[in-house]
Structures are given as C-alpha cells and as structure tokens.
C-alpha cells in the first residue's frame, strides 16, 4: 500500500463541541486532506503548549476532517476552549487497520475510552467499500454511561450494539471483555482500540480463541514520526515505535 500524503499546516476550526461530559467532537475544515487510513492519527499544536498531542481520526468528509477527545490535562483543557481560530497539525500519521484478511469473517470492534474513534471511522469504510461491505458488531466498554460516545452513530449505520460499564449504569455491569469471551468466535476478526488493560485483555482471549485480528494501542507520543523513541512497544519479540510502525498492529504479534 502506498504511502498517503502528509501534512504539516494550520486549518481552520470549524467547531469544537462538547458531546458529553468532558468529550469533545473537533472539526477542521482541510480541502486538502482527501485520504486517511481508519486507525491513523495526526499531532495536533495547540497554543502554549510544547508537544503536540496525537488524535485519532474520527471521521473524515468533505473538506472536513473530525476528532474526538477527553479533556484530562492542560493541553486538552486549553484544545476545548477554542470555539474558533486555526490549529496546526501534522498527518495523516502511523498504520492504519489492514483489511486484506476480512473478507470472508465477521467484523468484531472493541472499544473503551476514546478508542471508539478510530473504530467509528473503520465502520464508516467496512460498511461502504468492496469486498469488505457488511456491518458487525460493537462492544463497548466504559466507566459509566456518561463516558459512552457515539452509540447512535454505530447504531444508525446498521452495527449491533453491546454495551457494559463499571458501574452497572447501562448495560452490562463488568468489563466488555467478559462478554467478549464468551461471545467470539475464531470466524470473527478483531479490531480493538482503548486503555491498555482492556487491550491486554483483548489481545489474550484472541490468542487462546485463536482469532485473527488488530489492536491500536495507545502510547504516549512526543514526535509522531518515531524519532524521539518514547513510544517504543514489543511486537513479536522486536522493539517498534507506536507512532511509526503502528499504532495498528496485528493481535498475534502484539506483546503487552
């Protein structure tokens, strides 16, 4: 697969909205940006703040390009007081989701957290581009009902819905990885994104159910590009950069 272009620029914010209770939907107008892989991200400059912070690409339409975020710390803080102005950013970044072993399995997205971003824009392709053209289902774990995002979306574009959270107030009571297990089977493929214990989860009951599938890990990230080094992980016994070499990589190779 050839590599898409990369941008470094200021874009314009289009909005910059809170959908629930410390989540953000930021768009940004880029008539540029036609392509991005579901599961790439860009580092997004934000005023006052050194790092830039990678987001995941939540959707991407005409001219506009969206993410989706958590408010956890000054630079988010300050990302979600912007109504207005530009931002600079850089991307699209990393390996996105491999769709060359799908065709023939049923599609199985797992999330937690902001990991249902990167999962809703590979929703949005699985369900439009041949041969891969069928929808899946969704297991999405959380918190608490106040931290689960973008259901209608999943539900509107024809995806089966199974919800837990932690507290028991929708859903399941437990952790979505307890229903996992019991439910997949090895004609599934996985694609899962969100904290790191869920995914440590994930990648095991693949593993023993011997199913095929890719988890978008989430390290922290300093430069993007694998220069800094700071995002190192094992995969299949080497050492990789999170933002270079993945952050998707396949579950059999994944060591957490």
């Known amino acids: 697969m050839c590599e898409l272009k990369r941008f ?9 909205k809170e959908v629930c209770a410390g989540y953000f939907e930021l768009k940004l107008k880029a008539n ?17 703040v050194f790092l830039r912070r990678p987001l995941s690409v939540y959707d991407l339409k005409t001219n506009v390009v969206s993410f989706l975020y958590k408010v956890v710390g000054k630079g988010t803080v300050i990302l979600s007081r912007m109504r207005s102005g530009q931002l600079q950013i850089l991307g699209p970044l990393g390996k996105g989701y491999a769709l060359e072993i799908c065709k023939d399995l049923n599609y199985v997205l797992v999330a937690g957290g902001t ?6 824009f590979l929703a949005t392709k699985l369900g439009k581009n041949k041969p891969y053209k069928k929808k899946g289902t969704l297991y999405y774990g959380a918190r608490s009902k106040k931290d689960l995002l973008c259901l209608d979306k999943f539900k509107e574009i024809g995806w089966k819905v199974m919800v ?21 089977k090895d004609s599934d493929v996985l694609f899962a994104c969100g904290p790191m214990p869920m995914l440590k989860k994930v990648v095991q009951i693949a593993k023993e159910k011997k199913v095929k599938g890719f988890a978008s890990l ?15 992980v094992n995969i299949n016994g080497a050492i990789k950069m999170t933002c270079k070499d993945g952050p998707v990589f396949k579950i059999e190779e994944v060591n957490l």
């Open 8 to 16: 470094d620029k200021t874009y314009k914010i289009v909005s910059n």
């Open 32 to 48: 540029d940006i036609k392509h991005c892989l579901p599961g790439q991200f860009f580092m997004i400059g934000i005023a006052g």
């Open 115 to 120: 990991g249902i971003a990167s999962l809703h």
């Open 164 to 184: 837990s959270t932690e507290d028991g107030s929708k859903g399941y009571k437990g952790y979505i990885t307890d229903i996992l297990e019991k439910k997949v």
């Open 218 to 232: 989430e390290e922290k990230m300093a430069c993007g590009v694998g220069n800094c080094q700071g995002c190192a």
